[in-house]
C-alpha cells in the first residue's frame, strides 16, 4: 500500500523516494542547516512533503546542476529556501526562473563542480547552443529558399 504524497516518510523511504542512500541524506542534514526532520524518540528521523521538496531541490543543485555543496549552500543563502523547495516541486524548471531572473543576473556565477573535461554543465549547454546556431546558419546557407 502506497502512503499518502502528505505522510511523512522514514529516512529509508526518502532515500528510495529521491534515489540516495540514507548516508547522503544524514550527511546533507550535516552540511545544511535548513534540512531539519522531525525526531522521534531513538533519534528516528521523519521528514515532511517540505522537506522532501528542500531534498529534491538540494539534490537538483548537487546532481544536474553540478554544484559543490558550498556553491549550494551558497545559492540557498543568495535565493532562500523557497527557491529550491520551489526547485524541488518542478525539478524541469531552469534554475533562472526558480528565483528571480533579475537578481540572478546581478550576482556572480555559483560555485559549480565541473563536468569531465574540465567543463562546468552551463558551460557545456552555451555551447551546445552555439553549435545548434551555427548548424542553423550552414543548414540556411547549404539550402537557400529560392
Known amino acids: 500500500m502506497e502512503k499518502s504524497p502528505d505522510a511523512f516518510r522514514t529516512i529509508s523511504e526518502a532515500a528510495e523516494e529521491l534515489d540516495v542512500p540514507a548516508h547522503v541524506l544524514r550527511f546533507w542534514e550535516s552540511k545544511f542547516a535548513q534540512i531539519s526532520p522531525l525526531k522521534r524518540a531513538g533519534g528516528r528521523r521523519f521528514y515532511r512533503p517540505q522537506d522532501l521538496a528542500l531534498l529534491r531541490g538540494i539534490k537538483h543543485l548537487l546532481y544536474s546542476e553540478g554544484f559543490t555543496i558550498k556553491g549550494a549552500k551558497k545559492f540557498i543563502k543568495d ?7 520551489e526547485l524541488g ?5 531552469d534554475i533562472a526562473r526558480a528565483v528571480d ?5 546581478a550576482r556572480p556565477e555559483p560555485v559549480r563542480k565541473a563536468a569531465p573535461g574540465g567543463r562546468s554543465n552551463r558551460e557545456i549547454k552555451d555551447v551546445i547552443q552555439e553549435l545548434e546556431g551555427a548548424r542553423a546558419k550552414l543548414k540556411s546557407a547549404l539550402n537557400p529558399k529560392i
Open 101 to 105: 531572473s533579475a537578481d540572478v543576473e
Open 89 to 93: 516541486n518542478n525539478p524541469n524548471r
Open 79 to 85: 535565493n532562500g529556501v523557497a527557491s529550491i523547495v
